[in-house]
C-alpha cells in the first residue's frame, strides 16, 4: 500500500475508534443503573447534570417527572410533567435551524420531540399522579386534556392512529366513573375495547366487567347483550346506587422501557478517501424479571393483566421513523461529500479534517423516555369500607415470587376509589 | 458587479425569511362570546378578574339581596363553597375563588366569612388562644356569625381542534343556595370564547 492510500485511510480508523465515544448517554446510563437496583433517588441524582441542555429539556423533565413519580414525590412530579407537556407543545412547530441542521450535520441537533405514545403516556402518568394524591377533579382535566390531544391526532375518531390510547382511555374511564359520570366512563370503556381490538391485544378481563356493568346500567340493551355474548363466563356485579364499598385500583409499572442503540455503516472511497457513514437508531428489549402480579386483601385477591404494551409502542414508533431517518442521513452524506469535496481542493488537510469531523458527527439519535415501563398491569379490587392492609406479590414467568410488598393502612370510605402504583425495574 | 448581486439576494431572502417566521409566533384574542368562533384558549388572570367582576356585580344588582334585607332585616352573610375545576385545563380554583371573595368583600354590600380550610385554621388558633391568650384578649369560642348563603360553581369548557387552531369556549356557572331551605335565589353564567392560533414556525 502506498502512504498517500495510507493517508487516506486514516480518517477511517479514528471514525472507528471515536464514534464510540459517548457524552450524553453515559448520564443516561448511570441513572439506568440506579434504577435497576430500585433507586430511583441516586438515579434523579445521575439525572441533574442533563438539566441545562436546552433541545433535550422536554426529555429531562419526562424522566425527571418519572424519578419523582417512583421516590413518592408527587407535587413535584406533577410540576415537572406540566413543564414536559408546555415544552413538548411548542415543540410541534418547525424550526428551520433544527431541520437544516438535521439534513446537514446530525439528528442529534433536533429539540427532543416526544413521540405520540410518549405524549399519551405522559398525561397517563399525570392522571396518575393526580389519582394517587386524591385529586380526582385535577385527574379529569388529565382526562380531558387527553382525549384533546388524541382529536389532535385524528379529529374525526379521536383515536392514536398506530395504538397506544388503549390503557389511556382505560384509565379516563376509571376517572369518569369515580366522578359518578356514568355515560362518560361508558364512552372511554368502549373506546379502550375498540383500541385492544385493533391492536389485537387482549382486551383486560376487568376492562370488560366494567363494560358489562355500565351497558347494564345505563340500559344500552343491544350493546349489554353483545357483551355477555363475547364475555361469557366474566364475573361483573351490577352497579348499585348509592354506591356501596370501595375500591383499589393497583398499577404496576414493570421493568424498563426498550433503549435505543447506534446502528451504523462506515465505508470509505479508496479513491478520494471520502468517508460515508449512515447511523440509526434501533431498540434493545429489557425483558423485566416480573411477568405478572396478584394484589391480596385478607381472603380476597385480583390477578394483575396486562394493560398496555410500552415496548410495541416504542417499536412501532421507531419502525414509521426509520424511513425518514435514513432518508435524512443519505442527504447529510452527500451534503458532507460536496464539502470536503470543496475543502480538499483548497487544502488536501482541510479536506481530511472536514472528511473526518462529518463522519465524527454522523451519530444516530438514540434519545428516547427510557424510565417509561416496559409494559403496565392493571388490578382492580372492591372492598368493604374500613381499613385494609394490601399486599402485593411480584412473579415471574416461572410462576415463583419475586418480591411482596406491603401497602398498610389504606382506609375505604362508601364509594372511594384509591389508586397505588408500584414501579418495579 | 456579479457578487453584490448575489450579496443582495441574499439579504432580500433573509429578509423575507425573518418577516415570514416573526408572524408565526402564537396570537390570542379575546372575542365576545356572542362571536361564532370554533377555538379556545387558557385560562388566566385576565379572565379570572373579569369573571368574577362580572358575576359579582350581577350578583349585587339582584332581588335576592333586596328580598333579604326586607326579610330578614341586615346584610346577608355569605360563604364561597366549593367551585369545581371541570375543564380541560389545570385552573388554580383558589386565585379564581379570592377574587370572588375580594368583589364581595369590597362591594361592601355583603357580610363575608371565612370558610373551608382557613376556617379550620382560624378555630384551631381560637382553641390555642383559649389556653394561652390573656381573658382581654382572647376571642371566644361559639361567637361566629353563621352563613346565610353559600355561594358555589364550576368552571367548564367546550373544546374544539382543528390542525393548528384550538377551538375552546369557557363557561363559568356560579349558584347562590339558602343555607336555611336550600332555595336558589341567585343563578350566574359567563362566558368567555378564545381563539389560540399555535406558530406553524419556532426559532
Redesign the interface.
Known sequence: MNPLATWRLLPLLLVLVLSGCATHGQALNRMEGHLLSQQPEQALQALQPLQGANRNRALYELNRGMLLRMQGELEASVEAFEKAKTLGLSLDAISISESLGALTVAENVRSYTPDVHERILLHVYQALNFLELGEFDAARVEALQLDLALRRLDPATGRAPYGGDAFARYLTGVIYEAAGEWSDAMIAYRLALRTYDEQTQPAPVSLAARLLALSDYLDLVDEHAEYRHRFNGIDWAPIDLPVTGGEVVVILHNGLAPRKYERSVTTQSYDTGQLYRVALPALRRRPPTVASFSVHAGELQSQGEAAEWVYQLADSALERQLPGLTARALTRNVARHNAAKRAREENPFLGFLVNLGGALSEQADVRSWRTLPDNIQIARLRLAPGSHTLTVKLWDSAGRLVEEREIASLNLDEGDLRVVSLHWM | MQVRQVGALTWVIMLL?VLA?SG?STRVDRVGAEETHDLSGRWNDTDSRMVSEEMVADLLSRAWLTEHAERRGGRPTVIVGEV????????NVNTFIRDIERELINAGRVTFVAGGREREAIREERADQDLHATDATRSAMGREIGADYMLTGTIN?I?D??G?TQVAYYQVDLALTSMADNRRVWVGQKKIKKVIQ??????
Not at chain 2, 84 to 91: A, D, K, P, V
Not at chain 2, 198 to 203: A, D, H, K, L, T
Open positions: 425569511v417566521l408565526c369545581r375545576n371541570l375543564s380541560h385545563e389545570h385552573i369548557t373544546m381542534v382543528e393548528r399555535r406558530g406553524r414556525f419556532r426559532s
